[in-house]
Every structure is written in C-alpha cells, then in structure tokens.
C-alpha cells in the first residue's frame, strides 16, 4: 500500500503564508510527478502547481509569483505566500508512482484545509 498523507494546513490572514507537505509512505519503487490541487466549496477541484521528477515545474496562472512547489525524496512541499482569501481551499497534493517498473498509478492525500481571511 502507498498513503499520501499531507500537512501544514491552517488558519492565516491575508498577505501570510503557509507551508504544505506532502509524505509518501508505503513500498514502491519510484515516484514520478508530484503536484498539488485544491477545491473551493462549490468548485471543481483545479490545479495549483505540478513538479516533475526532473523538477521541471507548472503553476496555475492565479498563484505564480507566490506560491513555490519543490520537493525532496518522497515529499513534495508547496510554499505558499502573499495569501489572498480567493486561495481558501481544501489542498489535494497527488503522486504519480511506480509500485512495479513500467507500471504507475495515480495516488491522492486525504486534503488539508486552507482558509485565509480578509
């Protein structure tokens, strides 16, 4: 089994920052490309930012300049700053990974809430 399990959600004012993280755990042999998600209530899940294995990087048009994605071994971490209220948010990170050479599948975190106020 893989689990996906995140932090660093939380309760922040507008113009703060937040630091998430997002651990996998589990057998497996590698991990490709990371990302992170996230869902307003009443919205669709969008995304926020994606990393390779190579470390080439994607951000959603509404977060680049403040939010930074990288990651280290089996986490992946998004630095987010200069939080706007529009940001709150439940945050998905996902993981595609390899359990089998060849063979990946896509793996989700259980979501940590985001809320930033005005």
């Known amino acids: 089994q893989v689990h996906l399990v995140e932090s660093g959600g939380g309760l922040v004012q507008a113009g703060g920052s937040l630091r998430l993280s997002c651990a996998a755990s589990?057998?497996?042999?590698?991990?490709?490309?990371m990302g992170w998600y996230r869902q307003a209530p009443g919205k669709q899940r969008e995304l926020v930012a994606t990393i390779t294995s190579g470390d080439n990087t994607n951000y959603a048009d509404s977060v680049k300049g403040r939010f930074t994605i990288s990651r280290d071994k089996n986490t992946v971490y998004l630095q987010m700053n200069s939080l706007k209220p529009e940001d709150t948010a439940v945050y998905y990170c996902?993981?595609?990974?390899?359990?089998?050479?060849?063979?990946?599948?896509?793996?989700w975190g259980q979501g940590t809430q985001v809320t930033v106020s005005s």
């Open positions: 996902d993981a595609y990974i390899s359990r089998v050479v060849g063979q990946q599948y896509r793996y």
């Open positions: 589990g057998s497996y042999f590698s991990i490709n490309a």
